[in-house]
C-alpha cells in the first residue's frame, strides 16, 4: 500500500521496487523515521541451496540476516517483502534466533521501530512462517536477561510490550500461551507489569472493553502473574487494570446516527485518547452498525474535523486519531472510499479552505489510512449521488495525484 518517499535501489532481489520521490508538500525530515545504510537482504535460493543451507547456517548467519532483514524493513517498510525474505531464510529450526535477535535488535531504537518490528514477528506468525513454539521460545531468551537490562534501560517492560502487543490483539499469541514465557518472572514481580504493559499497549489500538473481553476470554487469573501474597486487588488498581475484571460493556441498542454523530464530534473534540474513542464506541454502536456506510461517514468527519484548527489541518492531532480510522475501515476500500466521500462533503461544507484537501489527503496516505488504490477510485469516481463539490475537490488535489502517479512510473522497471 505504502510507496517510500525516498530514492533507494535494492539489487539483490529484483521484487523490490525503487523507491519514489517525496511528494512536495510533505517531504519527510531526516529524524522521522530509521535510515540505516543500505543493505541487501536474502536472495530467494534453490530447493537445492535451501536443504543445503538448512544444514549449514550458524546462529551467526541467521543473526546476521535478520538484523538485515529488520534494517531494510525499517527503511523501506513494507510489510509483505519483509516476511518473505523471512520465510526464505531457510532455518526453521533456528528461527527462534530471529524472534530473539529482532528483540534485542530494537529494543533501544525509537517506538516506531518497536512497534514495526512487533508488526512483522506478528505477520510472520499469521502466515505461520514462524510458529508459536519458536516465537515464545525467542521470548524466552530474551526475557532471561530482561531484569539485567533493567538497570540501563529502565523502560524495559514498556519497550518489550510494544513489541509484544501486535500479537495478542488478534491472539496470534494466546494469553495462556505467552504466560508460558513470563514463568520466570512471576517470583521477582515483574510477570505482572509486563502483561499490564502488553493489555494496556494493545488498548491503544482496540480500546479497554475489547481487550477486557481478550483477557477474560482467555480463562486466565492475575494471580498466575503475580508472586505468592501478592495483594491482587492492590495491583490491578496500581496498574489501572479494572476493566480486566469489570462487567459487560457492550452496546446493546443502536442509538440514532445523529446522535452518534454529535456525541462522537464532541467526544473527539475534547482532546481524548484513542482508548476512550474504542471505549465509547463499543458502549454505544453495534458492531454490525460499525461495518455501515453511514457509521463509516460519521466517524471520518468527526476525526477530521477534530484535526481542524482555523482552517488548516493539524497534523498531530489527525495523526494521533489514525489508529481510530484504521481499525475501523480495516483496510476495505469500499470503507474506505465512504471515508474520502465524506471527507468531500466536510471540506465542501467548509467552503474548500486552500490547501485543506491536499493535506488530508497526504496525511491519510502517509498514515496507511486510505490505500492508494482506493485514492484512484475517488478520482475517478462518477457516482451521481457524490459530486456536490466533487470538481472543486479534484482541482484541489491535482498535485497530489501527479506526485502518486510519478511515484508509480519511477517504481515501474523494477515491478516486471
Same mark, same amino acid.
Given at each position: 500500500m505504502h510507496?517510500?518517499?525516498?530514492?533507494y535501489?535494492?539489487?539483490?532481489?529484483?521484487s523490490f521496487?525503487?523507491?519514489?520521490?517525496?511528494?512536495p508538500?510533505n517531504?519527510?525530515?531526516?529524524?522521522?523515521?530509521e =535510515?540505516?545504510?543500505p543493505i541487501?537482504?536474502?536472495?530467494?535460493k534453490s530447493h537445492d541451496?535451501?536443504s543445503s543451507?538448512r544444514? =549449514?547456517?550458524?546462529s551467526l548467519?541467521?543473526e *546476521?540476516?535478520?538484523?538485515?532483514i529488520v534494517?531494510?524493513?525499517?527503511?523501506?517498510q513494507?510489510?509483505?517483502?519483509?516476511t518473505?525474505? #523471512?520465510?526464505?531464510l531457510?532455518?526453521s529450526?533456528m528461527?527462534?534466533?530471529?524472534?530473539? =535477535?529482532t528483540f534485542n535488535h530494537?529494543?533501544?531504537r525509537s517506538?516506531?521501530a518497536?512497534?514495526q518490528?512487533?508488526q512483522?514477528l %506478528?505477520?510472520?506468525?499469521k502466515? *505461520?512462517?514462524i510458529?508459536k513454539?519458536?516465537?515464545?521460545?525467542g521470548?524466552k531468551?530474551v526475557?532471561?536477561?530482561?531484569?539485567?537490562?533493567?538497570?540501563?534501560?529502565?523502560k524495559?517492560?514498556q519497550y518489550?510490550?510494544?513489541?509484544?502487543?501486535?500479537?495478542?490483539?488478534?491472539?496470534?499469541i494466546?494469553?495462556?500461551?505467552?504466560a508460558?514465557?513470563?514463568q520466570?518472572l512471576?517470583v521477582?514481580?515483574k510477570?505482572?507489569?509486563l502483561?499490564?504493559?502488553?493489555l494496556?499497549?494493545?488498548?491503544? %489500538?482496540?480500546?479497554?472493553?475489547k481487550v477486557g473481553?481478550i483477557?477474560?476470554?482467555?480463562?486466565?487469573?492475575w494471580?498466575?502473574?503475580l508472586?505468592?501474597?501478592a495483594?491482587?486487588q492492590?495491583f490491578l488498581?496500581?496498574y489501572n487494570l479494572e476493566?480486566t #475484571?469489570?462487567?459487560d %460493556?457492550?452496546? %446493546?441498542?443502536v442509538m440514532p446516527?445523529?446522535e452518534?454523530?454529535?456525541?462522537?464530534e464532541n467526544l473527539?473534540?475534547s482532546k481524548? +485518547?484513542?482508548?476512550? #474513542?474504542?471505549?465509547?464506541?463499543?458502549a454505544h454502536?453495534?458492531? +454490525?452498525?460499525t *461495518?455501515?456506510?453511514k457509521?463509516i461517514?460519521?466517524?471520518?468527519?468527526?476525526?477530521?474535523?477534530s484535526a481542524?484548527i482555523?482552517?488548516?489541518v493539524?497534523?498531530?492531532?489527525?495523526k494521533?486519531?489514525s489508529?481510530v480510522l484504521q481499525?475501523?475501515?480495516?483496510s476495505h476500500t469500499?470503507?474506505?472510499l465512504?471515508?474520502?466521500?465524506?471527507?468531500?462533503?466536510l471540506?465542501h461544507q467548509l467552503?474548500h479552505?486552500?490547501k485543506m484537501l491536499q493535506r488530508?489527503? +497526504?496525511m491519510l496516505?502517509d498514515e496507511d489510512?486510505i490505500s492508494e488504490?482506493t485514492?484512484?477510485?475517488? +478520482?475517478?469516481s462518477n457516482?451521481?449521488?457524490?459530486?456536490?463539490g466533487?470538481?472543486?475537490a479534484?482541482?484541489?488535489?491535482?498535485?497530489?495525484?501527479t506526485?502518486?502517479?510519478?511515484?508509480d512510473?519511477?517504481a515501474?522497471?523494477?515491478d516486471?
Amino acid at each position: 500500500m505504502h510507496l517510500i518517499k525516498i530514492w533507494y535501489f535494492i539489487t539483490t532481489r529484483p521484487s523490490f521496487r525503487h523507491i519514489a520521490t517525496p511528494h512536495p508538500s510533505n517531504a519527510p525530515s531526516s529524524n522521522q523515521q530509521e =535510515t540505516p545504510e543500505p543493505i541487501k537482504v536474502p536472495v530467494a535460493k534453490s530447493h537445492d541451496d535451501v536443504s543445503s543451507s538448512r544444514q =549449514t547456517m550458524s546462529s551467526l548467519e541467521v543473526e *546476521k540476516k535478520t538484523k538485515s532483514i529488520v534494517d531494510e524493513y525499517l527503511h523501506i517498510q513494507d510489510l509483505k517483502e519483509a516476511t518473505l525474505c #523471512v520465510s526464505e531464510l531457510s532455518a526453521s529450526e533456528m528461527l527462534h534466533l530471529f524472534v530473539s =535477535t529482532t528483540f534485542n535488535h530494537v529494543l533501544e531504537r525509537s517506538e516506531k521501530a518497536r512497534r514495526q518490528a512487533g508488526q512483522l514477528l %506478528h505477520s510472520c506468525l499469521k502466515e *505461520k512462517i514462524i510458529s508459536k513454539d519458536s516465537y515464545i521460545k525467542g521470548l524466552k531468551e530474551v526475557l532471561e536477561y530482561a531484569e539485567d537490562m533493567e538497570i540501563d534501560i529502565p523502560k524495559i517492560w514498556q519497550y518489550l510490550a510494544e513489541l509484544i502487543s501486535p500479537t495478542i490483539q488478534d491472539g496470534s499469541i494466546p494469553l495462556k500461551t505467552l504466560a508460558n514465557a513470563l514463568q520466570s518472572l512471576v517470583v521477582s514481580n515483574k510477570a505482572g507489569p509486563l502483561v499490564a504493559a502488553v493489555l494496556h499497549d494493545a488498548s491503544h %489500538h482496540l480500546g479497554h472493553i475489547k481487550v477486557g473481553d481478550i483477557w477474560k476470554l482467555s480463562g486466565m487469573q492475575w494471580s498466575s502473574f503475580l508472586p505468592s501474597g501478592a495483594n491482587e486487588q492492590e495491583f490491578l488498581k496500581k496498574y489501572n487494570l479494572e476493566f480486566t #475484571v469489570d462487567g459487560d %460493556h457492550h452496546a %446493546h441498542t443502536v442509538m440514532p446516527i445523529e446522535e452518534i454523530r454529535e456525541q462522537l464530534e464532541n467526544l473527539l473534540a475534547s482532546k481524548v +485518547d484513542n482508548e476512550v #474513542v474504542f471505549d465509547w464506541i463499543e458502549a454505544h454502536v453495534t458492531q +454490525d452498525l460499525t *461495518k455501515t456506510p453511514k457509521f463509516i461517514r460519521v466517524l471520518m468527519t468527526a476525526v477530521c474535523k477534530s484535526a481542524i484548527i482555523d482552517s488548516k489541518v493539524e497534523d498531530s492531532k489527525l495523526k494521533h486519531h489514525s489508529v481510530v480510522l484504521q481499525k475501523y475501515l480495516d483496510s476495505h476500500t469500499d470503507l474506505e472510499l465512504q471515508a474520502l466521500y465524506a471527507l468531500q462533503a466536510l471540506t465542501h461544507q467548509l467552503d474548500h479552505p486552500p490547501k485543506m484537501l491536499q493535506r488530508f489527503f +497526504d496525511m491519510l496516505y502517509d498514515e496507511d489510512v486510505i490505500s492508494e488504490a482506493t485514492f484512484n477510485q475517488w +478520482d475517478l469516481s462518477n457516482d451521481n449521488q457524490e459530486q456536490e463539490g466533487k470538481g472543486v475537490a479534484r482541482n484541489s488535489v491535482v498535485q497530489f495525484f501527479t506526485w502518486l502517479r510519478e511515484a508509480d512510473d519511477s517504481a515501474s522497471p523494477d515491478d516486471t
